[in-house]
């Protein structure tokens, strides 16, 4: 028996609203290796700017860190 696509398997895609976008930023070496000491640099900077009180309008379904 051999495995093979089945249907319904799989990931599901994610609605095109929470569809990730690579961004390239520069930051200053003291705040990049502070950055790395806590943790993942893209996960811990996704986590501050949707967490701030009224910086951004995050959907309801968004779950950080997902």
């Known amino acids: 028996?051999?495995?093979?696509?089945?249907k319904g398997a799989g990931r599901k895609k994610r609605?095109?609203?929470?569809?990730?976008?690579p961004v390239t930023i520069r930051l200053p070496k003291w705040m990049v290796s502070q950055i790395k000491?806590?943790?993942e640099i893209g996960y811990l900077i996704e986590l501050?700017?949707?967490?701030?009180?009224?910086?951004?309008?995050?959907?309801?379904?968004?779950v950080v860190g997902s």
């Open 15 to 21: 609605p095109e609203h929470l569809r990730r976008i």
């Open 48 to 62: 501050e700017l949707a967490t701030k009180k009224g910086f951004l309008d995050v959907p309801d379904d968004y």
């Open 37 to 39: 000491m806590k943790g």
């Open 1 to 6: 028996m051999r495995g093979g696509s089945r």
